[in-house]
């Protein structure tokens, strides 16, 4: 896809224009852009090369059909609570970049603790086990916030599953329920996934070490985009359209209250461990109980899911009775 949105003011003007689902002439918005008719017609087309429906009709002009929703920072900002508000150090929104992510690791040094991008769409978005993100634009969340702790990444153990937690508890202050998480960070809604979490670090290991939190939330996932994902998903759209009507949920409601509880946990993290967020964690869990397979770089172990221990790590018990475990996927074991 064209590289077209990233930093182009002719164009995110346009967007605001249309995110109105109103019908716009393309005499209006050459008048408002300040430029010829022609030129709007461009301006269009990369629009479009660019995933977003825009549609012309003949007499009408051009409508992004249901509008957009756009991340606004002002918006999210009068949202904080004033402890998320207090642990902020800068809080960006982009019309596109590589990822999140990416974009962190690269200036969170600069920022330090509290740093927080959030974009429209993602080129390169990132999942765990180098999997690429489908990240369509205006329709979900991609946040990325940055925390450095000076105790190096020991303190870290455990942290994205109480981040998976979080998201949860996040989404459950909104009134959306059903949700679970499956080991280590994934939350499902009967058995689809809605979110994911990729930890990334930068920094000394032993040392001063930043570690930055990917979140990406399916909100309102395209079709066109939809025929991407490689795993059965779900959007909070669909699981609960009322949320979302007149003076309901919006992304940017998603990004503050997503923001309220991430932000006091990595301040808390080093201090509390995961062994203070485990209950929580486990009255959660998807498959507990279940019989299930872990997928590990060289092997496969099959067992019983136990539960997460106070480090985080997969409970599993085996013919070779109870292990635990620090990495790998799991899976269900069908006809069980
Ligand atoms: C997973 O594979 O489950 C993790 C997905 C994490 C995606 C998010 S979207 C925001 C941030 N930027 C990225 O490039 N990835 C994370």
Redesign the pocket.
Known sequence: MVDHLHQDEPVQALIRLLADGEFHSGEELGEVLGVSRAAVWKQLQKLQSSGIDVRSTKGRGYVIPGGLNLLDARQIHAMLSPEANSLLSSLEVLAQVD????RVLREGQKWGKGYVCLAER?TA?????G?Q?V?PFAGNI???LSWTYEEGAAVLEGLSLAVGLAIVEALESLGFSGIALKWPN?LLWQGRKLS???LEMGGDPAGQCQVVV???LNVTMPASAASAIDQPWVDLQSLSPDAFGAGGVTRNTLAATLLNHLLPLLRDYARLKFSHYQAAWEARHAYAGQEVELVMANSRVRGHLLGVDSQGALRLLTDDGERVFYGGEISLRPGI
């Open positions: 990822s999140t992510n990416a993602q978005g990132r999942g765990r086990r999997r993100w990240s991609y946040l990325s994934d994911g979490v990729l990917g979140v990406g």
